[in-house]
């Protein structure tokens, strides 16, 4: 390999690897949904549609990770801003402990949070013009209900010996101000208390919060007149999930969260985009009469195939155009026809044919990359999702066959969950939306589905 090919092939590895969200306006970006029969199911203009017809809307974005839900949001974001909303984009996970139950109090404490500090991050309010930060705000509330020091022993400070009791006093509060942005993200044990202490002062909490958002709104008003509008869009709520030992539990209190506190998530005067994982889309059918007309969308994969396995030529080209705009000069590593076959493995999915071709690369010693070395990257990606348990083939198999995900128990929620978020299970939108399994991994499981199934049989004409 020349010099200069290793450099394209740097560069186009690069390219491909770069797992940002992009903006509308940069030039990788492709708009999945343009054209004849594709504009009825955007879910960027779905959402914006509602929000420009209601004075006020609380909105649910389902999407698996990786899909380009991101990047669709700041699609949302500039189609808002260039007809005059104030936008506010936070990313919950900076705020809030992926890997535990999320209760609505420290969840509203969040978002009230990094809404402001959105506002004078970006500009929005000047740094000077809220009182007090929401943080503050916060410390203030708890100190009215509970001793800080209940909630955690560094929390509110020390008191050593021979210290001004009452200047340790304003010690311990400048340390709470401080801290509790830190502690609700990073310390468990403190976001078990506040939730438990929190338990009983919930509707003083959401008014409370409320109140923050309104005084914030009175300043928006102030400053840009009586017919501002704001939305708020919260994004990364589905990177939620728990662990190995607890998914059951966070699973749950993601339930509980946007179907028994849904009234909570409104926040009057405000538009909200929430992004939400797409288990509970499926766990909970009928979550969108809670919030109103159309309040949930699902961001699906695109559609590069149909319920026969049929190629779909539209949504191949959107997908063959997302690799040239990453390196114009692709064809110097893959011919069109493997391009299709790239695409058509990856099932629609964005990070996993950005993955498939970046995987190309690094085993390309002769350009073009031959047949085998195409069939190498794939056979690596499938790899990677296997072994597959035999029951969890069986249930696969029946969504491949039926193109529903639906739940026969409460316990099947965390398989479902873990098939979703690691992209086993798939989401197409025709119509009616429908799921199948990753293309790299259905030959696989269909086949061990059949075995189990035959051996089950077997047994049972024996017994």
Partial sequence: MTREEDEFLGEFFRAVVDDEPLLPNDSRYVPLYEG?????????????????????????????????????????????????????????????NASTPVDVSDFLMAVAGAFGEAVVDEALLGENVLKESYWERAVAFMQTRVELKELSGEFGGRVGAGTDVEAAKVNAELAAKVGFKANLKEDPTFKSRLQEKMAGHLGALTA?????????????????????KI????????????????????????????????????????????????????????????????????????????????????????????????????????????????IVESGGHLRDLLRIVAEVIRRTRTLPASSAVVTSALDQLRTESLPIAEDDAVWLAKVARTGGAALESREELVHLARFFDTNMVLCYRNGPEWYDVHPLIKKHVMDLAKQVEERDKARSSQG
Wanted: charged fraction near 30%; hydrophobic fraction near 40%.
């Fill in 36 to 96: 004849d029969g594709l504009q009825e199911d955007d879910p960027v203009a779905l959402l914006a549609t509602a929000i420009r017809y209601a004075k006020q809307s609380v909105q649910l974005l389902a999407g698996f990770r990786g899909i380009g839900k991101s990047t669709e949001l700041r699609r949302l974001r500039q189609t808002l801003e260039t007809i005059g909303y104030k936008i506010i984009l936070i990313d919950i996970e900076d705020y809030v």
């Fill in 208 to 228: 409370d919060v409320r109140k923050f958002f309104e005084d914030c709104r009175k300043e928006f008003v102030t400053k840009y007149g009586p017919d501002v």
């Fill in 231 to 342: 939305v708020v869009l919260v994004d990364s709520v589905e990177h939620i999930r728990g662990t190995s030992v607890n998914a059951g539990d966070v699973q749950a209190s993601i339930e509980t969260l946007f179907a028994t506190h849904h009234d909570k998530l409104k926040i009057p005067g405000y538009h909200v985009v929430y992004t939400i994982p797409p288990f509970l889309k499926v766990r909970y059918p009928n979550l969108g009469s809670l919030y109103g007309v159309g309040a949930v969308q699902m961001f699906p994969a695109v559609k590069v195939k149909d319920k026969r396995d049929g190629v779909v030529t539209m949504g191949l080209e959107r997908l063959r155009t997302v690799i040239e705009k990453r390196q114009p000069a692709g064809r110097r590593l893959l011919t069109p026809e493997e391009v299709t076959r790239i």
